[in-house]
């Protein structure tokens, strides 16, 4: 069945450092790959999503790569803020109604 | 701003005392999920609703149920809350056709506690 793995966290970084967040997936044919965010205490916030091989979204520095090829949807930014700290899911979604979820990572960014 | 509103956020019940949680959407969109999410754990989808068609989940308790009375509105019915449904609960939305993908919009989540 269709999966997401998720790199475990927390993930600490220093403010202005680089972020990557692995994730990969496991599905056939061609599933929409999407991030979410959560803030403390919030629900999930889209944050970008993907729908076909070599697409890239991006939305407030952040950026990920649908890469079919390694089945893979890394997200990435270049200068991590401490206001980015929150809980990040990767996940896709697939000929049916339901999203399937990664396990979600930590990043925690200090000043 | 079209958007997904969840009652109240935070809600306090006694064990076993029976509970509603609410979500509303301005988004007009035709599927509604509820969603339990225990600490440090990813989303559960409970049910939902594709139009009227009620899903539930193979592993969701009895205990759950739900209710969408229109397009706009739908709710969480815990019967009798045990100390293990504590958690936040979201409501999600999204247009979809049959066998096609689209992106879900969360709410801001109910907080729920059990004493």
């Known amino acids: 069945g269709n999966s997401v793995t998720q790199m475990e966290g927390p993930v600490t970084l220093s403010e202005e450092a680089f972020l990557t967040i692995n994730c990969t997936y496991t599905?056939?044919?061609?599933?929409?790959l999407f991030w979410y965010v959560q803030y403390p205490g919030e629900g999930l916030q889209l944050l970008l999503k993907a729908t076909k091989a070599d697409d890239k979204g991006s939305n407030k520095g952040f950026e990920a790569t649908y890469r079919k090829e390694t089945t893979s949807f890394h997200l990435e930014k270049g200068s991590v803020q401490v206001s980015d700290s929150a809980v990040y899911f990767c996940a896709l979604h697939q000929n049916t109604d339901k999203l399937i979820f990664g396990t979600g990572t930590r990043l925690q960014v200090f000043p | 701003d079209a958007m997904v509103i969840q009652n109240p956020r935070y809600q306090v019940t006694q064990f076993g005392k029976p509970v509603t949680l609410s979500c509303s959407q301005t988004?007009?969109?035709?599927?509604m999920y509820w969603y339990q999410q225990k600490s440090s754990q990813a989303p559960k989808l409970l049910f939902h609703y594709y139009d009227k068609d009620f899903n539930n989940e193979a592993d969701t308790p009895d205990n759950f149920q739900s209710r969408r009375p229109n397009t706009s509105f739908c709710f969480l019915d815990i019967r009798s809350p045990g100390l293990g449904d504590a958690a936040m609960y979201l409501c999600a939305t999204s247009r979809a056709q049959r066998g096609g993908p689209d992106t879900q919009y969360f709410g801001p989540g109910t907080r729920l506690t059990v004493l």
């Open positions: 988004l007009n969109h035709n599927v």
């Open positions: 599905a056939t044919g061609y599933p929409s």
